[in-house]
């Protein structure tokens, strides 16, 4: 007989259920978790017990290893888990880096066509920034046929970012004149929503990759990597292992901009410190 669960009720995660799924997340995708994040996973995952009909965290995540559920509940599983707070000009003084010393110095350096990176893009406020930062460059200075590739490891934030419609509470950031350039507004009144325009929609293309793979071979050279509020989710080995493999992906003479609160320290990577948190490929 089914067991019929009420919306009040909370599926309890024991420790060796923990355990498993921690481990599991940790070594294909990085993030680490440590039993501080059993609550936090617990409470993530009951929706996806609940779609599921699953009753325990044992059957879930039996079922999680089967070939069924590998190929269907592993993506919505890690969309669960990942954590996607983001904004527009988050950080803003990177933003202001850029146009000041890194697009003069690509254009100095004949770079007409930048291409660019944002890694762990979230629901792509990060890329939508960076194409209004380019684009207003792009205007004052003269054309910049620049392009941009937003990845991410969660499907769900990355088809949110596709859609580029956001709530008026999350364009805040975004000074009043470049929302006038950027914004399109909703026909209707009553849903307060605004459309990234298509000029800079179409310079910017979303995919997923697992930042934790092998290594990011398809994809062509950049000169500007945003890979911002997403090492602070990996241990050390993994973040210096990132780092190398995202400055593999950079041209010589490319710019790494990290998060605020992230740091290189005594990692042995190929780039030099420009300033605390952004770096140029040697
Ligand atoms: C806090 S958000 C940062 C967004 C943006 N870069 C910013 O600074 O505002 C971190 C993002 O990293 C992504 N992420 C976590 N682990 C990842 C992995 N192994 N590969 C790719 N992306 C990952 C998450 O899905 C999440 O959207």
């Given at each position: 007989?089914?067991?019929?669960?009420?919306?009040?009720?909370?599926?309890?995660?024991?420790?060796?259920?923990?355990?498993?799924?921690?481990?599991?997340?940790?070594?294909?995708?990085?993030?680490?978790?440590?039993?501080?994040?059993?609550?936090?996973?617990?409470?993530?995952?009951?929706?996806?017990?609940?779609?599921?009909?699953?009753?325990?965290?044992?059957?879930?995540?039996d079922y999680l290893f089967t070939p069924h559920g590998q190929s269907v509940e592993l993506i919505p599983m890690v969309n669960a888990v990942t954590t996607n707070k983001t904004n527009f000009f988050r950080e803003s003084d990177h933003f202001t880096f850029l146009s000041e010393v890194v697009l003069p110095d690509l254009v100095s350096r004949k770079v007409t066509a930048p291409n660019i990176w944002s890694a762990g893009?979230?629901?792509?406020?990060?890329?939508?920034?960076?194409?209004?930062?380019l684009s207003d460059y792009s205007a004052a200075r003269g054309g910049l046929n620049y392009s941009i590739?937003?990845?991410?490891?969660?499907?769900?934030?990355?088809q949110r970012a596709v859609n580029a419609v956001y709530t008026e509470d999350m364009?805040?950031?975004i000074p009043l004149a470049v929302r006038r350039r950027y914004l399109l507004q909703s026909k209707?009144?009553?849903?307060?929503?605004?459309?990234?325009?298509?000029?800079?929609?179409?310079?910017?293309?979303?995919?997923?990759?697992?930042?934790?793979d092998d290594h990011y071979g398809t994809l062509p050279d950049f000169h500007v990597v945003f890979c911002r509020n997403v090492l602070i989710y990996?241990?050390?080995?993994?973040?210096?292992r990132v780092i190398n493999k995202l400055a593999a992906k950079l041209e010589r003479g490319g710019y790494?901009?990290?998060?605020?609160?992230?740091s290189?320290?005594?990692?042995?990577?190929?780039?030099?410190?420009?300033?605390?948190?952004?770096?140029?490929?040697?």
């Open positions: 007989m089914e067991t019929r669960l009420l919306h009040a009720d909370v599926i309890k995660m024991t420790e060796a259920d923990f355990k498993k799924l921690s481990e599991y997340i940790y070594e294909h995708y990085g993030i680490k978790m440590p039993i501080t994040k059993k609550p936090l996973l617990e409470s993530r995952l009951q929706k996806r017990l609940r779609e599921n009909r699953i009753t325990s965290f044992k059957h879930y995540i893009c979230s629901t792509g406020e990060e890329p939508y920034t960076l194409a209004m930062v590739l937003g990845t991410d490891l969660s499907t769900d934030v990355l364009i805040v950031e209707s009144r009553e849903a307060k929503v605004v459309k990234i325009a298509p000029a800079l929609r179409e310079r910017i293309t979303f995919q997923r990759l697992n930042l934790m990996f241990d050390r080995p993994t973040q210096e790494l901009f990290v998060g605020h609160s992230e290189l320290t005594q990692m042995q990577v190929p780039l030099r410190q420009i300033r605390p948190t952004i770096f140029q490929k040697l």
